[in-house]
């Protein structure tokens, strides 16, 4: 176990120094929103997917890129299908 916490106290900096020069969100609405969007940018960024793609991708509803729980899935139980490369 690591003697240190960088590794959370570095996952909420970036969301922490936007809240703080925005002024917060207005409504419990916006709020959800901003940690939605925050939370999938950050686990984008963890999987190594641009964000700006995978929410094209959802958006559109094209379905290429493949969820972010199959991503999950790969990191901890091992490879996901043969036939899918990271491409993206």
């Not at 922490?16 to 002024?23: D, T």
């Amino acid at each position: 176990m690591p003697l240190h916490n960088n590794l959370s106290e570095s996952q909420i900096r970036e969301h922490v120094k936007r809240r703080k020069i925005s002024g917060g969100t207005r409504s419990e609405a916006g709020r959800q929103a901003r940690d939605t969007f925050a939370s999938l940018k950050k686990m984008c960024r963890l999987h190594e997917i641009s964000f700006w793609s995978y929410l094209r991708d959802r958006l559109n509803g094209y379905n290429v890129i493949p969820r972010l729980s199959e991503f999950i899935k790969k990191a901890v139980y091992g490879d996901m299908d043969e036939g899918f490369t990271n491409t993206f």
